[in-house]
């Protein structure tokens, strides 16, 4: 690459700038070094979770406190997926994600936090075996989904929401397979459900098969029971 006239450098030197420590740190959020960091996340990534056995991703909200009968909810699950065999990972942080590493590391489970850096501190949970913090939630999200064989969101807020549609996107459009999406607590959930099976199927947005999708639920025990089939789907394609 070629600079002439007004847009060459003549301050510093490229070794310069590399070997000075001192000065300016604009240089970290430029995009080619941008691109080096969003490649060392995914190489860590990779490294970090490749020997991670089978797993479940419990999302939910972190704003919910540990009295709350969702907390306690998730504690169950995280208990139930690790008596079955399954290691679970969550975002990481408080609330239902701390409750589903606390339940699966309680029964002695293999239990994972996948953090994301955040405007305002959070944190990885005390529950959590095996920690990565991410600076990209794309980064994050697809450690996510290739290291997981379903998702199970308890009630949550717009980060839940997002990974479920993000997951049953890439269901719908098969960029994953056999890979069941379980929403767990039917009175928060039955209302987006009706508004999908109602006014985006009335519409013509989405399909019947579509809806099969999601699988609605109160029961954690039906709840892994849905991973297990699915994960023996999975096992008999493979």
Same mark, same amino acid.
């Given at each position: 690459m070629v600079l002439r006239g007004e847009h060459r450098n003549e301050a510093t030197t490229t070794d310069q700038r590399l070997l000075d420590s001192r000065g300016p740190s604009d240089w970290v959020h430029t995009d080619p070094w941008r691109v080096l960091r969003i490649q060392a996340e995914f190489v860590e990534g990779f490294g970090a979770l490749a020997e991670v056995p089978r797993a479940v991703t419990v999302f939910g909200s972190a704003r919910t406190p540990r009295e709350h009968p969702e907390y306690e909810q998730g504690r169950q699950l995280g208990k139930a997926l690790a008596d079955n065999g399954f290691a679970v990972i969550t975002g990481g942080g408080p609330g239902v994600m701390?409750?589903?590493?606390?339940?699966?590391?309680?029964?002695?489970?293999?239990?994972?936090? +996948?953090?994301?850096?955040?405007?305002?501190?959070?944190?990885?949970?005390?529950?959590?075996?095996?920690?990565?913090?991410?600076? &990209?939630?794309?980064?994050?999200? $697809?450690?996510?989904?290739?290291y997981s064989q379903a998702f199970v969101c308890l009630p949550g807020g717009f980060g839940t929401l997002d990974e479920l549609f993000e997951a049953l996107t890439l269901v719908q459009t098969k960029k994953v397979t056999k890979f069941p999406v379980v929403l767990l607590g039917v009175d928060y959930?039955?209302?987006? &459900?009706?508004?999908?099976?109602?006014?985006? +199927?009335?519409?013509?947005?989405?399909?019947?098969? #579509?809806? $099969? +999708?999601?699988?609605? $639920? #109160?029961?954690?025990d039906d709840a892994v029971k849905v991973v297990h089939e699915a994960y023996r789907a999975w096992e008999d394609v493979h």
């Open positions: 701390e409750a589903a590493n606390r339940g699966c590391k309680d029964a002695g489970g293999f239990s994972v936090g +996948l953090g994301i850096e955040l405007p305002f501190e959070q944190g990885l949970n005390d529950w959590v075996d095996l920690g990565i913090n991410f600076r &990209y939630f794309f980064a994050r999200k $697809t450690m996510f989904v290739k959930w039955k209302g987006l &459900y009706d508004w999908i099976a109602g006014a985006v +199927l009335d519409g013509g947005k989405v399909g019947d098969k #579509d809806l $099969t +999708l999601l699988h609605l $639920t #109160d029961d954690v």
